[in-house]
Each structure stands twice: as structure tokens, then as C-alpha cells.
């Protein structure tokens, strides 16, 4: 199958990634190559074949609920481009 | 004295636990390297006067029982580092300042390391040639117009241009042992499990694992001591009983079976990386090892596996990056949709985004059976062909890579030929498993060449003790002109 534009800026919007208008060709081109090189895969036949979702031959672990940490909003905080005391600050999404 | 720089990490312990030379001594030696060696842009950050402090501190006090007493270390700047920037090579990182340590490095630190710097890499370890840095390409300490490899690229110039005794990188793809095969060092990318994932910027997570890069295999050993062991705060990392790596290293290999893959052989591949895996082989038989031929049949489907998996994972790891709790914010957009597009868009570099945008094409309603189902299947597949191998032979041994270091700019333009890169060293991520890259020889232009060696899962020593015995009988050795300083 092949990529083309609008499908392209429909995957980008999905990524939330806006994506320049005259950059669109070259990144179409370039997927459109990977998406290629991928397909080989195409040629073997997987019907009987389990999926591998795990490499380790062990289940993830359980822990007990308790809480390890808290108390630490000025360590979270610190790093927002843009906050007040107790909030990161994002532009206004309610009208 | 003046030379301590040059020696292996092994060498420079034993000249701090005699006294021959202070930890202050030995930090200002590198920190004077650092200084002449800016040409080849391996740092992002460099924390000096914290070294001149820690190195100070231990020599007030030398405790001589650790592993690295009064080491100072320079790593990869994928590793949160408590106060000390951590950018991942991103645009989109560039102000981030963690407020924790990595496990791994505070595992390095409570053996008696402290931190030099932060090295450059591929924006968010996506790429093979440290090309993709937000901060600029990193040069090969062999020629000045060659790519370290990547994404640990900065790790492996800074340490075989003598700026670092050891340093840690990480491997999702081959991230460890193709750098370190372009620079002529050792590189280890343990089993996955092995080293906390804990506090690594995350890139693809049943991918991504820790791994030391160091000028000798006794060197790897020690450091992969030091840094390896379970952790609560990795819900993958392997509980087990911690290994004495260095102690238990041996160069006696007689009697181990050396599997060779036949589909390790591909198309145009150079005449000369035909001849050191022939070369490499002869080395192990005449030390007693036993060569079988084996078949991994579907090596050649590992790459197109890894380009669903991989990106799969980076799609919904790098879905934090919003702009609003850490990192880069446009001040583009006019609501929050837009400023979430605008951000991503201005603090990711290409290779990211597109990256980004193959994993969110896989993912997406209509098109998940085809493309990761299918590479969940075929990994697989992949995973089955080493455990069959492995019910006949200890190793297997193959080339690290299919050329020596290309050339700045090369492959640039064609993603695809990029990623041609680690047809060798991206099976083994896949699977889980360990792999060693040994430097091996130099191709007609007098580039290092590497080997590499796979292994079971949890049997990290055997390849380090076929390395260890390999190193000593190979004789290779690592001559850089100084060019730069």
C-alpha cells in the first residue's frame, strides 16, 4: 500500500505533530520508502504463530498499594514551562 | 603520569587504590582532554566543578573497596541525573533538569563513580550515526570527517578519545555495539531485564536496556558489575542474584561450541568483514572452541520487525512530550490542540517525527493486525530461531556491523539505508538477549572493524569470558592520532 498526503497529515494530526506544508512531499516520499522496506514481512505466513508480547519468561510484578512518596509538588513543578503555585498552566480550554 | 588517560579502566584502579595518582589528579587529567577535544562534540554538559568537588572528597576519605573508587565518569545523556540537565539530544529537552538520579547511574555512583558529564547521542537514541542531535553531530575520534555511529555516539568518541576510563550508553537497535565497532571498543548490551530501565528516557521499552562501553572486556565486566541488579522501580528488571562479572572472568574457552549463522552473510557486504569473521573464527578454534553452523532463518525480517515495534513504542512514549509539565513550549497556537501541535512540532527533530508518525500509523484503527500484530508475530518467529540455536551452542559469533564508520552526511538523505545499519545487532534486541561487540580489526582504510557475540539470556559471562580470551589472542589495538587537540 502506499501513503499518500492526506493520509499523512490525518497520522500527524493524530500525533499531534503539525507538519509544514512544504515538508509534506519529502516525508511522504520517506515513509512511503519504510513502508516498503517493512512490507517484506508480508511474505511470511503468520497464521499459526503467537504474538510476542513479552521477551521474559516471567509476569510483571504486583506490589502492595501503599503510597512511597507525596509531598513533593515543587520537584514536579519545577520543570513546567508554565505554572503558579499549585498548577501547571495550560491555554484556556473552557470557554 | 601524563599518559594515565590512555590506560584502561582496570589500570587506572589499581593506580588510585596504590596512590600513584589522586582521584583530583586523574579528574583534571580528563577534564584537561575534555577541554582540547571540543572539535568532536561529545558533550552536551560537562559538570567539572562537582567532579573537582567529589574527586576531592574521596581522596579525603579513599574508600578502595568499591568497584570504581574515585572514578570519574562521563555518560550518555539519555540518564536522568539528579540537578544536571538531561536532554536526550531533543530540542524538546533542552531546559529539563531532573529532580531524580537514574538507577543505573546511582547504581555507578554507590560503587564509588561520580559524573564528568553528560554525552551527546541521537535525539532520543533514534538514529545510527549521532547525526539526528539536536546539538550537533559528534565526530569520530578516527577521522574528522566520520560518524561515531550512533545513538550512543558522544559515549563511544568521548571514550576512545581518552575523555572518560569507561561510560555507559544504552542499545534499543544496536545503539551500543555499532558505536563502539566505529571507534574500536568494547560495548556489552546486556539482557533485557538486566539493568533498570528506571530514570533512562524511555524510547521503545521491551527494546531499551543499559550497557557499558569500555576500551577492554575486563574493563566491561567491572562496569556491567557495578551497574546491573534488580529494581523495585522497574516492573521488567530480572530479580536474581547479583553476578561478580570481574571476578569470575576466565579465558579458558576450551570445548565451548561457537555457533556461525549462515544468514549473517549478506549481499554486498564488504570482502574485508568476510575475512575478520573468518579471521575471529580462527582465533576462537585455535583456542579450543568448536565452530557449528547454524541457521537463524529469519534474520533477514528483524529490521522490518524492529521499524513496526520500535516506533510503536516511541509513538506512545514520546506522547508525554506535551509542553506543559517539562520541556520546550511553543508559544504558537491558539488553544491547546494547537500548542500541543506547535510544541511537538518545533521540539522534535525530523528523524523523531517520523518515527512518531510510523508508530502512530501502525497503531491506528485499521491497520494494527497488519503491521504490529504481523511484527509481534514475526518477533516471534525471530526469538524462536536464537532459542533453537541455543539448544546446540554456548555463543554465536558475527559480525557487529555491515561496514566500518561512514562518512558525515552519507546516509543523511536516505532513512532506509540508514537503518541498514543494525541488520546485525537488531535481532538480539528483539530477542531479549545478551551481545558483545568486540573491536577485531581495521578495513583498508585503517577503520576498526568489530565482532560480535551473542549469548543466552543471563549468560553474560560466557561471552565476556569468549571476549576476554578472544581479546588477548586477537591483538588489536587502538593507535588514534591526537588530531584534535
Sequence with gaps: MSLDKEKIKHVAKLARISVDEAKVDSLTKDLNSIFKFIEQLNELNTDKVEPLTSILNQSLRSRKDEISDGKIREKILKNSPKKNEEFFVVPKVVE | ?485
Design chain 2, 1 to 485: 603520569m601524563s599518559n594515565i588517560t590512555n590506560q584502561s579502566l582496570s589500570e587506572i584502579l589499581k593506580s588510585i587504590k596504590s596512590k600513584k595518582i589522586s582521584s583530583l589528579e586523574l579528574t583534571q587529567e580528563y577534564i584537561k582532554n575534555i577541554e582540547n577535544a571540543k572539535k568532536l562534540n561529545a558533550f552536551v554538559t560537562t559538570t567539572f566543578d562537582k567532579a573537582l568537588e567529589n574527586a576531592k572528597k574521596f581522596d579525603n576519605k579513599p574508600n578502595n573497596e568499591q568497584l570504581l573508587s574515585g572514578i570519574p565518569l562521563a555518560v550518555k545523556d539519555l540518564f536522568c541525573t539528579e540537578n544536571v540537565k538531561t536532554t536526550a539530544g531533543s530540542n524538546i529537552l533542552n531546559n529539563f533538569v531532573p529532580s531524580y538520579e537514574s538507577t543505573v547511574t546511582k547504581n555507578l555512583w554507590n560503587n564509588g563513580a561520580f559524573l564528568l558529564g553528560k554525552l551527546n547521542c541521537d535525539e532520543f537514541a533514534m538514529g545510527s550515526s549521532n547525526e539526528t542531535s539536536f546539538f550537533g553531530n559528534v565526530i569520530n575520534p578516527i577521522g574528522d570527517h566520520l560518524v561515531p555511529g550512533g545513538s550512543s555516539g558522544g559515549s563511544s568518541s568521548a571514550l576512545a578519545a581518552d575523555l572518560t576510563p569507561a561510560t555507559i550508553g544504552t542499545d534499543t537497535g544496536g545503539s551500543i555495539r555499532q558505536p563502539a565497532s566505529f571507534t574500536g571498543t568494547v560495548g556489552l548490551k546486556p539482557t533485557y531485564g538486566l539493568c533498570s530501565r528506571w530514570g533512562i528516557v524511555a524510547f521503545a521499552s521491551s527494546l531499551d536496556q543499559a550497557g557499558p562501553m569500555t576500551k577492554t572486556v575486563n574493563d566491561c565486566s567491572i562496569m556491567l558489575e557495578a551497574m546491573s541488579g534488580f529494581d523495585d522501580k522497574d516492573s521488567t528488571s530480572i530479580n536474581k542474584k547479583k553476578e561478580s562479572y570481574s571476578k569470575n572472568l576466565k579465558d579458558n574457552i576450551k570445548g565451548l561450541k561457537i555457533g556461525i549463522p549462515k544468514e549473517y552473510r549478506v549481499d554486498n557486504m564488504p570482502k574485508e568483514i568476510d575475512e575478520l569473521w573468518e579471521k575471529g573464527k580462527k582465533i576462537l578454534k585455535d583456542l579450543g572452541a568448536q565452530l557449528i553452523d547454524i541457521s537463524l532463518p529469519h534474520t533477514k525480517y528483524a529490521l522490518p520487525t524492529y521499524y513496526i515495534v520500535a516506533p510503536a513504542e516511541a509513538s506512545s512514549n514520546l506522547a508525554r512530550y506535551d509542553g506543559v509539565r517539562y520541556g520546550y513550549r511553543s508559544q504558537k497556537g491558539k488553544d491547546l490542540i494547537e500548542m500541543y501541535e506547535n510544541t511537538r512540532s518545533e521540539g522534535f527533530g525530523d528523524e523523531v517525527k517520523r518515527r512518531i508518525l510510523i508508530g502512530t500509523y501502525v497503531l491506528s484503527s485499521g491497520y494494527y493486525d497488519a503491521y504490529y500484530l504481523k511484527a509481534q508475530k514475526v518477533r516471534q518467529l525471530i526469538k524462536k530461531d536464537f532459542d533453537d540455536s541455543f539448544t546446540k551452542v554456548d555463543a554465536i559469533l558475527t559480525p557487529s556491523t555491515p561496514s566500518s564508520a561512514f562518512k558525515i552526511g552519507e546516509k543523511t538523505n536516505d532513512p532506509v539505508s540508514m537503518y541498514l545499519n543494525d541488520i546485525f545487532t537488531v535481532p538480539v534486541n528483539l530477542a531479549g538477549l545478551p551481545a558483545l561487540s568486540l573491536p577485531a580489526g581495521l578495513d583498508k582504510q585503517g577503520y576498526p572493524l568489530g565482532l560480535q557475540l551473542i549469548g543466552k539470556a543471563l549468560d553474560e559471562q560466557k561471552i565476556l569470558n569468549i571476549g576476554y580470551a578472544f581479546e588477548k589472542n586477537c591483538g588489536y589495538k587502538n593507535e588514534i592520532k591526537k588530531w584534535w587537540s
